[in-house]
T-cell receptor, first 112, second 113 residues
Framework: GEDVEQSLFLSVREGDSSVINCTYTDSSSTYLYWYKQEPGAGLQLLTYIFSNMDMKQDQRLTVLLNKKDKHLSLRIADTQTGDSAIYFCAEMLFNAGNMLTFGGGTRLMVKP | NAGVTQTPKFQVLKTGQSMTLQCAQDMNHEYMSWYRQDPGMGLRLIHYSVGAGITDQGEVPNGYNVSRSTTEDFPLRLLSAAPSQTSVYFC????????????FGSGTRLTVV
């Protein structure tokens, strides 16, 4: 089955790095995604990584993928108050019509 | 602006009423899907479509119907609303090419009393 798990909450100080973790169970994952949701808004795609990659960097965002442990992480460098939001990881499975399975979301709070 | 448009943004229904949540995209995406978001449970897939005329059930399809008569539109119908269907509903679309993520609408907040 497909289970995606995330910790519920993370608090950091402005300027520090944030690391949000995610674990998944289905080894047939193809793409893994990170989405950001601000209060009252929809989901905004931040970045994604293909399952044959170990790392992807995009400006302040770094995604690390450990396929052996089925562990995905999102690192946000120089975290700002505007980064406060809920972050969702999601996996896409070819054998499920290319639909997404989401984790429960991690609420990131950035303190000034 | 190109994107996914959902209407209405807010809706209150009485138990037993029916209604249709509208979703339209102007990006010529083949894949479309409906999710519901409940506190602490992330997003769960209700129904999805891989092209006009093709729909399938997701994780939580009971109480909902969909149809896909055009590429652009993917309405979600609540047949007989129940309080358990109180949630925020998101529509999303994606092009067929691999690697691209889904684009989400801004959501419909539904309350069933």
């Amino acid at each position: 089955g497909e289970d995606v798990e995330q910790s519920l909450f993370l608090s950091v100080r402005e300027g520090d790095s944030s690391v949000i973790n995610c674990t998944y169970t289905d080894s047939s994952s193809t793409y893994l995604y990170w989405y950001k949701q601000e209060p009252g808004a929809g989901l905004q795609l931040l970045t994604y990584i293909f399952s044959n990659m170990d790392m992807k960097q995009d400006q302040r965002l770094t995604v690390l993928l450990n396929k052996k442990d089925k562990h995905l992480s999102l690192r946000i460098a120089d975290t700002q108050t505007g980064d406060s939001a809920i972050y969702f990881c999601a996996e896409m499975l070819f054998n499920a019509g290319n639909m997404l399975t989401f984790g429960g979301g991690t609420r990131l709070m950035v303190k000034p | 602006n190109a994107g996914v448009t959902q209407t209405p943004k807010f809706q209150v229904l009485k138990t037993g009423q029916s209604m249709t949540l509208q979703c339209a995209q102007d990006m010529n995406h083949e894949y479309m899907s409906w999710y519901r978001q409940d506190p602490g449970m992330g997003l769960r897939l209700i129904h999805y479509s891989v092209g006009a005329g093709i729909t399938d059930q997701g994780e939580v399809p009971n109480g909902y119907n969909v149809s896909r008569s055009t590429t652009e539109d993917f309405p979600l119908r609540l047949l007989s609303a129940a309080p358990s269907q109180t949630s925020v509903y998101f529509c999303a679309s994606k092009e067929v090419a691999p690697g691209y993520g889904y684009t989400f609408g801004s959501g419909t907040r539904l309350t069933v009393v």
